[in-house]
């Protein structure tokens, strides 16, 4: 059983427009929540993070925004641009473990 | 800056070979964690290290074995590889407390024939 859902396999967006990356989630024990982003042949490196107890965080280009009553998280990238091409992981934290997603390719047209 | 280290990078087993997975960390992490990666799948958690000297069942155990070895080592061991074992391996650490963000090598690609 799925706990943390990646509905969209892939998403292609043109450089210079917003990114936006959705994660949802059925346990609502889960108290933290990351975005990892992993090229090929590379480890999935952190991306940004969010707990439950806010609704937004910002680290320059991405934002990511948590909609608790709707277990739902989103990703922004604004601009995109062509390095941000990758798959993106999103992961819940909950008794000091992590649950991840099944990944969304983004690719970013020049 | 090394971070997490994992060896080999590949491998090509036969079905019942044993093999070791290693995983090195040079952050001073107390926890250490091994996934795989299939298609499809995402990242599922076999075995994790909590702090040195302590190790715990993920979500898919079977068929693998962990040693902390110490603080910075952690390895993953296949006793007897069989084909559904064909997957990517990443080991990642992290620092106590809750949360805290881990910390991936590039993996080792297993491929049991």
């Known amino acids: 059983d799925q706990q943390v859902k990646q509905n969209s396999p892939s998403l292609s967006v043109q450089e210079g427009r917003i990114s936006i990356l959705n994660c949802d989630y059925t346990n609502s024990m889960f108290d933290y929540f990351l975005w990892y982003k992993k090229y090929p042949a590379e480890g999935p490196t952190f991306l940004i993070s969010?707990?439950?107890?806010?609704d937004k965080n910002e680290d320059g280009r991405f934002t990511v925004f948590l909609n608790k009553s709707a277990k739902h998280l989103s990703l922004h990238i604004v601009p995109s641009q062509p390095g941000d091409s990758a798959v993106y992981f999103c992961?819940?934290?909950?008794?000091?473990?992590?649950?991840f997603g099944t990944g969304t390719r983004l690719t970013i047209i020049p | 800056n090394a971070g997490v280290t994992q060896t080999p990078k590949f491998q090509v087993l036969k079905t019942g070979q044993s093999m070791t997975l290693q995983c090195a960390q040079d952050?001073?992490?107390?926890?250490m964690y091994w996934y795989r990666q299939d298609p499809g799948m995402g990242l599922r958690l076999i075995y994790y290290?909590?702090?040195?000297?302590?190790?715990d069942k993920g979500e898919v155990p079977n068929g693998y074995n962990v040693s902390r070895l110490n603080k910075r080592e952690f390895s993953l061991r296949l006793e007897s590889a069989a084909p559904s074992q064909t997957s990517v391996y990443f080991c990642?650490?992290?620092?106590?407390?809750?949360?805290?963000?881990?910390?991936f090598g590039d993996g080792t690609r297993l491929s049991i024939l």
């Open positions: 992961a819940a934290s909950g008794f000091g473990k992590l649950t």
């Open positions: 990642a650490s992290s620092s106590t407390g809750n949360p805290q963000p881990q910390h």
């Open positions: 952050m001073n992490h107390n926890s």
């Open positions: 290290s909590a702090s040195e000297g302590t190790t």
């Open positions: 969010i707990s439950s107890i806010k």
